[in-house]
């Protein structure tokens, strides 16, 4: 009786022990599965935000993309801008320096016209003075009086010739001298303008090359005329400057075109 009542409590005990532990079990396990739970929905509320914030990365990677084209779009239009300007400022000054030339050209031919018109009167006045002394001088032969008259013209001419070589401001140059030295000169003049921007040209596209890639600089040697020198110096200081110097031609801006002649020809030669 004592067994079987020991075994019955061994039972109950058992029994009570199992109980407990599956209570036990059964709580950690709620707990368990509780905490997962919330772990998972804080994971996946990362996670969203972690796709979320990789789509908007990927949207700004497309923006600046687009934005990155534009700009370099910007600059190449920029550039063929410029490119355009700088030949339009070429082709301007080019055109400023001939229109320069031609009012110069203008001007000294207004000048030269001037020192004719004082020639033909001082001219004028000493044909009057010498047909004067020669009707004043004595003349018994009737013929020669008659023919004095008519070879007025050839004893003025001689008698103006030998005036002339003793009149430092007498014209050793013909119209048509003078005429091809401006010519020369304006073409000279043209020439150094052209050149000048031309120069002008090269030496900013070669400033540019350097800002891009840096390369050694080249040297720009002039080539050598390989024109026959002309006259044209001894043609103006020989001709013009005597004028000017013996008051024919006035001191007033119509001078400065000279002056610059005589500096570009004593560059030239």
Known sequence: TQIAQLQEENKQLMTNLSHKDINFTEEEFHKHEGMSERERQVMKKL?????????????????????????????????????????????????????????????????????????????????????????????????????????DDCLSESEKMAMDLKDPNRPRFTLQ??????????????????LQEELLYYKSEETEEETRSPQPTPIIQSKPSTQPESGIKRLIFTAIMPMVAAGLIPDDPTLQPIRRLVSLVGIFF
């Open 47 to 151: 996670k969203e935000v972690v796709d979320k914030q990789r789509d908007e990365i990927r949207a700004k990677d497309r923006e600046l993309g687009l934005k990155n084209e534009d700009v370099e779009a910007l600059q190449q239009q920029q550039n063929r801008l410029m490119k355009i300007n700088h030949d339009l400022r070429h082709r301007i000054t080019v055109v400023e320096a001939q229109g320069k030339a031609l009012i110069e050209q203008k001007v000294e031919l207004e000048a030269y016209l001037q020192t004719k018109e004082q020639e033909m009167g001082s001219l004028r006045a000493e044909l009057g003075k010498l047909r004067e002394k020669l009707q004043g001088e004595d003349s018994q032969n009737g013929e020669e009086v008659k023919v004095e008259p008519n070879n």
């Open 177 to 194: 001298e003078l005429r091809d030295v401006l010519h020369e000169r304006n073409e000279l003049k043209s020439k150094v303008f052209l």
